[in-house]
């Protein structure tokens, strides 16, 4: 007991020095010294939680569904300790729930909703236990980072066979690689699927890459495509197909990135929040309300008023144009978020941001799997920034996209934004993790948006 109050008293002492300093937050820093001085610390405080956790992982749509779900638990009034977007190693959750201890030590909350990297999950789940377990989906992510799909698709099967029996996987049945893993689980998880075709494509993007059964090496016959390579599948062997879902969607309607409606068994709920990977996480948080006893009537009336959070779909004004900033951080998000901003809100206005720093992936072909060529003839303005804005400049010429010229500068994009659009336009901003945060430093600075440590 006394180890665990020293490090939760140096861990939020690290926490305050570091916002003082105003390197980022303190979002990661104060875990690290806790778990030096008290390595069980983050098992200790998990079990301080009257009700227990939630972890959800994936490829795409954490931040989202984990502030779907913190949003939920909040409106019933829970006292919900959560970690920020991009603090999602064990670190970052071990500063979040840090934050919220008391000087005794104890971490004051009824729940904790902690979305963690892939690769975390492991570890996560053994020192958390937490009450449920989301599994989103399993895209490529950017080369670099974790290697295979397969070989993190085995960690995490592996880490939810070893979670105790009052703990529930949450899964995603249109994923491929999301449903091998439930399928090898030993009990039976909570399956939830979009089962509305009028939504779906039949034919994979460019960039899927789950196309082969897990069991035999087929390739695998895509009844409906929904997201990337989530969808409807069966093994033409008969070895393997989507598990069906118990928690479905139906009756999808999408309005650009302003609105979504879906009924989940005979629920009709309606939200502020725009694309089809949208309802993806939407379900997901219906799926995991639902298992620790929300009811349906309350979730729908609760999302009604949902606020996204920093980067995803969030709305800045700038000199006159509304600005729509759009996390896109790999193929299977880009190929959504291009194609909600033009096909679904007639998008014509865009800032495409890529970096090349470690959040990012240092490895930036990866672009040549989105398919960028959504935007030709249907966006006027396209300006590749960040960083490797030549690259991308390279990468919209082959997709027959008349781009502006690449700005490195995020300044000089925004300025290049108002020269080439009018007051009234919309504008979409769709970048990497740290383009995003350039653009908004920027726009923060000439004081168009507040820092997002206060948001
Ligand atoms: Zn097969």
Redesign the pocket.
Known sequence: MIRKTAAVWAGKATGTLSRVSRRGGGTTLPGDIARIIDPKILTRLAKDLTYGSIVVTGTNGKTTTARLLSWLLEGAGHRVVANRAGANLIFGVTAAALNRAGSDGRLKADWGVFEIDEASLPKAVDEIQPRATLVLNLFRDQLDRYGELETIAKKIEKALGAVPETSRAILNADDPRVAEIGLNLARKPLWYGLDDISVASTTLPHAADAR???????S?IFDAVYVGHDGVYR??????SRPTPEIAATNIKLDGFDSLALTIDGTRIEMPLGGLYNCYNVLAAYAAARSIDLTAAYIADRLRTFKAAFGRQERVEFRGRHLILVLSKNPAGFNETVRTAVELAQGKNFIVGLNDRKADGTDVSWIWDVDFEMLKGKADVVIPAGNRAHDLAVRLKYAGVAAEQPQTDSGKALDLLIKSTREGDTAYLLCTYTAMLDLRAELVRRGWASPYWET
């Open positions: 082969t059964c897990p069991r035999c090496g087929s695998l093994c033409p062997n008969h070895d393997f």
